[in-house]
Protein backbone atom coordinates (compact mmCIF):
# COMPACT_ATOMS: atom_id res chain seq x y z
CA UNK A 1 0.00 0.00 0.00
CA UNK A 2 1.49 4.01 -0.52
CA UNK A 3 1.16 6.18 1.52
CA UNK A 4 -2.14 8.17 1.56
CA UNK A 5 -2.52 11.59 1.41
CA UNK A 6 -2.82 14.09 4.31
CA UNK A 7 -2.98 17.49 3.44
CA UNK A 8 -3.76 19.45 -0.23
CA UNK A 9 -3.21 22.53 -1.97
CA UNK A 10 -4.70 23.68 -5.17
CA UNK A 11 -1.67 25.30 -7.53
CA UNK A 12 -3.42 27.33 -10.88
CA UNK A 13 -3.44 25.98 -13.47
CA UNK A 14 -4.88 21.93 -12.99
CA UNK A 15 -2.07 21.41 -10.72
CA UNK A 16 -2.10 19.83 -7.05
CA UNK A 17 0.54 19.91 -4.08
CA UNK A 18 -0.23 16.85 -2.13
CA UNK A 19 1.99 15.92 1.19
CA UNK A 20 1.42 12.68 1.59
CA UNK A 21 1.56 10.28 4.89
CA UNK A 22 5.90 9.20 4.29
CA UNK A 23 6.38 13.17 4.56
CA UNK A 24 6.81 13.64 0.38
CA UNK A 25 5.38 16.25 -1.25
CA UNK A 26 4.59 15.89 -4.87
CA UNK A 27 2.71 17.43 -7.46
CA UNK A 28 0.14 16.33 -9.23
CA UNK A 29 -1.27 17.17 -12.57
CA UNK A 30 -5.01 16.52 -13.67
CA UNK A 31 -4.95 18.62 -17.00
CA UNK A 32 -4.52 14.88 -18.59
CA UNK A 33 -7.70 13.62 -16.67
CA UNK A 34 -9.67 16.68 -18.07
CA UNK A 35 -10.76 14.48 -20.79
CA UNK A 36 -12.59 11.93 -19.09
CA UNK A 37 -16.29 12.39 -18.65
CA UNK A 38 -15.96 11.85 -14.84
CA UNK A 39 -13.36 14.42 -14.71
CA UNK A 40 -15.01 17.56 -16.17
CA UNK A 41 -16.58 19.35 -13.65
CA UNK A 42 -12.85 20.21 -12.52
CA UNK A 43 -12.00 22.14 -15.91
CA UNK A 44 -14.06 24.71 -13.87
CA UNK A 45 -10.73 26.12 -11.71
CA UNK A 46 -13.16 27.51 -9.00
CA UNK A 47 -14.29 24.33 -8.55
CA UNK A 48 -11.33 22.57 -9.06
CA UNK A 49 -9.56 24.76 -6.40
CA UNK A 50 -12.05 23.26 -3.74
CA UNK A 51 -9.60 20.28 -3.11
CA UNK A 52 -9.81 18.79 0.01
CA UNK A 53 -8.62 16.04 2.08
CA UNK A 54 -11.00 13.28 2.98
CA UNK A 55 -10.79 9.52 3.62
CA UNK A 56 -7.32 9.50 2.83
CA UNK A 57 -7.10 11.49 -0.73
CA UNK A 58 -8.35 14.11 -2.82
CA UNK A 59 -11.98 14.82 -3.04
CA UNK A 60 -14.16 17.49 -4.09
CA UNK A 61 -17.21 15.79 -3.37
CA UNK A 62 -19.12 13.08 -2.77
CA UNK A 63 -18.93 11.90 -6.41
CA UNK A 64 -15.47 13.13 -7.31
CA UNK A 65 -12.46 11.82 -5.94
CA UNK A 66 -9.05 10.38 -7.08
CA UNK A 67 -7.50 6.79 -6.11
CA UNK A 68 -4.58 7.64 -3.52
CA UNK A 69 -2.61 5.27 -5.07
CA UNK A 70 -2.86 6.81 -8.66
CA UNK A 71 -2.26 10.42 -6.98
CA UNK A 72 1.40 8.90 -5.43
CA UNK A 73 1.82 6.81 -8.80
CA UNK A 74 1.46 9.70 -11.10
CA UNK A 75 2.70 12.64 -9.26
CA UNK A 76 6.37 14.43 -9.14
CA UNK A 77 8.37 14.74 -5.91
CA UNK A 78 8.84 18.01 -5.17
CA UNK A 79 12.05 19.35 -3.64
CA UNK A 80 11.49 21.87 -1.60
CA UNK A 81 14.82 23.99 -0.18
CA UNK A 82 14.78 25.69 3.03
CA UNK A 83 13.36 29.01 2.10
CA UNK A 84 9.84 28.14 0.58
Given at each position: MNPRVVK??????????ICFSDNKIKQ???S???QYPVYQPL?????CSKARVAF???VWNDSLDFDPDTLYLESETIELDENS
Open positions: VEYKSPYKLWFDLPYLQDETFNTV
